[in-house]
T-cell receptor, first 115, second 113 residues
Framework: EAGVAQSPRYKIIEKRQSVAFWCNPI?????LYWYQQILGQGPKLLIQ????????DSQLPKDRFSAERLKGVDSTLKIQPAKLEDSAVYLC?????????????FGAGSRLTVL | GESVGLHLPTLSVQEGDNSIINCAYS??????FIWYKQESGKGPQFIID?????DKRQGQRVTVLLNKTVKHLSLQIAATQPGDSAVYFC????????????FGQGTILTVHP
C-alpha cells in the first residue's frame, strides 16, 4: 500500500514569513496526526484529527499554527508568522483507529528552516 | 539519565552483538507501548509494540520487555547489523489519550562492522 505522502520535503523561509505543509494519509485511515520534531528530540504531537474533526489540539500554538482536514482525507498545516524556534521537521502520520493499540504510520516529514 | 537537546543517549556495538535499548515512562495510565526506528532523513518506522497485559513480546530479531512495576521498557535486538544503526524511540499511549502516541527522547544506536 502507498505510504503517507508529505510535501514539500524541505523549506527555507525567513522569520515572520508564512509556510504551508501538505499531507496525504494512507487510504482508509480515519485518524491523522501532525507532529513536530525538533533536532535531537522525539516527535511532539501538534494536532490529531479523526476524519475532519479535531480530537486533540492542546499543544498547537494557535496564535501562529493552524491545520485543517476539510474533506477528511488530505491535511494542511500552516505557520504564520514563523519564528526561529519553529525550525523542525513536521511529520504527518495516519492510523486506522482512534484509540487503543494504535500503530501510527509516518511520512518522511517536511524539514523547515527559519532564518 | 535525562537528556536534553542534542545530547541523546548513545549505544555503540559491534556487528553481531546483541543490543539493549532502554526507556522509562512516567504515565501509570499508559496501556500500550511501541518502538520506532528513525533513520536519518526519514520518518519513524514501526518496529514492535506491546500491550500492558503482557511482559514480553518477540518479533524477528527484536524483543520488547515491559516492567510495569518500575515503568520501564526495553528493546532487545539480536545479532545487530549495520543497517540497524538509527535513532530508536519508545512511545506510549493510554488513558484518555485517544490513541495519540507520546514519544520519549530517543537513543542513537551505532553498529560498527
Amino acid at each position: 500500500e502507498a505510504g503517507v505522502a508529505q510535501s514539500p520535503r524541505y523549506k527555507i523561509i525567513e522569520k515572520r514569513q508564512s509556510v504551508a505543509f501538505w499531507c496525504n494519509p494512507i487510504s482508509g485511515h480515519a485518524t491523522l496526526y501532525w507532529y513536530q520534531q525538533i533536532l535531537g528530540q522525539g516527535p511532539k504531537l501538534l494536532i490529531q484529527f479523526q476524519n475532519n474533526g479535531v480530537v486533540d489540539d492542546s499543544q498547537l500554538p494557535k496564535d501562529r499554527f493552524s491545520a485543517e482536514r476539510l474533506k477528511g482525507v488530505d491535511s494542511t498545516l500552516k505557520i504564520q508568522p514563523a519564528k526561529l524556534e519553529d525550525s523542525a521537521v513536521y511529520l504527518c502520520a495516519s492510523s486506522l483507529q482512534v484509540s487503543g493499540a494504535n500503530v501510527l504510520t509516518f511520512g518522511a516529514g517536511s524539514r523547515l528552516t527559519v532564518l | 539519565g535525562e537528556s536534553v537537546g542534542l545530547h541523546l543517549p548513545t549505544l555503540s556495538v559491534q556487528e553481531g552483538d546483541n543490543s539493549i535499548i532502554n526507556c522509562a515512562y512516567s504515565n501509570s495510565a499508559s496501556d500500550y507501548f511501541i518502538w520506532y526506528k528513525q533513520e536519518s532523513g526519514k520518518g519513524p518506522q514501526f518496529i514492535i509494540d506491546i500491550r500492558s497485559n503482557m511482559d514480553k513480546r518477540q518479533g524477528q530479531r527484536v524483543t520488547v520487555l515491559l516492567n510495569k512495576t518500575v515503568k520501564h521498557l526495553s528493546l532487545q535486538i539480536a545479532a545487530t547489523q549495520p543497517g540497524d544503526s538509527a535513532v530508536y524511540f519508545c512511545a506510549e499511549s493510554g488513558g484518555t489519550s485517544y490513541g495519540k502516541l507520546t514519544f520519549g527522547q530517543g537513543t542513537i544506536l551505532t553498529v560498527h562492522p
